[in-house]
């Protein structure tokens, strides 16, 4: 496997997974890495949310001060693997993200040479993750988990779930391509991004602000992993999850959104956490944005004494 320069540059890396092909073409998923100063057997995996990839630094800085190799996988259709002929984020099932997972793990561990593997996942990364971990739970792959805002339920209200997810679901069928949503609020870009309230700046190809179209078969994949999910699973490595205090229900931007979750409602993540596995860590951080990890300096400070002190106790150096 090529291993090439990332657009972050150096000491950025990335190896391209062939995934081989679908209903429209060729499938790929791409490993970003970034080594430690010293060898070590410790790594963490980043897993990205939905209209989104791996543009953090500072998060890498965060794991490479502290010894571990980072890892960040742009799943397909996202970010670094979106390709010309592809409908971006488009699945039709949550499964069909397994493999790239599971050969990120296997190149990690096998053919990079570490012992620990940590999973860091956000959003719609934070329902794909636990899924696979609980799936792959006795292969002893993963010995970590840390979910940033996961993606547990959408939020809208319990009469709207009860009567359009079937509808969307039934679409899906017939129709897995159908847009059932164009755009979303962008209270939430408008508060992260360098071009209005944010400090954060990223490629908007990739994560636009109005978002990409959500379309019949992806929210049907979505709607039935939180099914799965919200069952219960058995997950036996530790898990950390974090949240907001605060969830923000505007649809357009005002300062208010600087200091909540504006895309998920963060009452369902702490509801469904401890579902998770055996020993399962909740948090919230005040003021924290639905990425905690690009919230404001001092929000974020506390997010990643968080986590230290959780990484210090279950995967010490």
């Not at 058995?234 to 923000?248: D, M």
């Not at 948090?283 to 929000?299: F, K, M, N, Q, Y």
Request: glycine share 6%; net charge neutral.
């Amino acid at each position: 496997m090529v291993v090439e320069t990332d657009i972050l540059g150096a000491p950025y890396q990335r190896r391209t997974i062939k995934l081989g092909t679908d209903d429209e073409g060729p499938v790929v998923a791409t490993l970003v890495s970034r080594a430690a100063a010293t060898k070590t057997d410790r790594a963490v995996l980043y897993v990205h949310g939905f209209v989104d990839y791996f543009f953090q630094e500072h998060l890498a800085d965060f794991y490479v001060e502290r010894g571990f190799d980072f890892y960040a996988l742009d799943l397909r259709k996202y970010g670094r693997s979106l390709l010309p002929h592809q409908t971006p984020n488009f699945v039709r099932s949550i499964s069909e993200y397994f493999p790239e997972l599971d050969e990120a793990a296997r190149i990690i561990r096998e053919e990079d040479g570490h012992r620990r593997l940590l999973i860091n996942a956000h959003s719609t990364g934070g329902l794909i993750t636990p899924l696979w971990a609980h799936r792959v739970r006795d292969a002893g792959i993963v010995d970590g988990l840390f979910l940033n805002s996961p993606f547990f339920e959408f939020n809208i209200s319990p009469l709207l779930r009860r009567t359009a997810g079937p509808a969307y679901s039934a679409m899906a069928r017939m129709r897995p391509y159908a847009i059932v949503r164009s755009s979303a609020s962008m209270a939430y870009g408008h508060s992260i991004h360098s071009l209005h309230h944010g400090e954060w700046t990223y490629d908007l190809a990739w994560k636009p602000l109005e978002s990409f179209p959500v379309r019949a078969a992806w929210l049907a994949a979505i709607r039935a992993a939180h099914a799965r999910l919200q069952a219960g699973l058995s997950i036996p490595a530790p898990v950390l999850v974090a949240c907001s205090t605060k969830t923000y229900r505007g649809t357009s931007w005002t300062e208010a959104a600087m200091r909540a979750d504006a895309v998920l409602d963060v009452e369902h993540i702490a509801r469904y956490a401890s579902g998770l596995g055996r020993h399962v860590t909740i948090v919230r951080i005040e003021d924290g944005l639905h990425d905690l990890t690009l919230s404001a300096p001092a929000v974020r400070a506390r997010l990643f004494d968080e986590l230290d002190r959780w990484i210090g106790a279950y995967l010490p150096a």
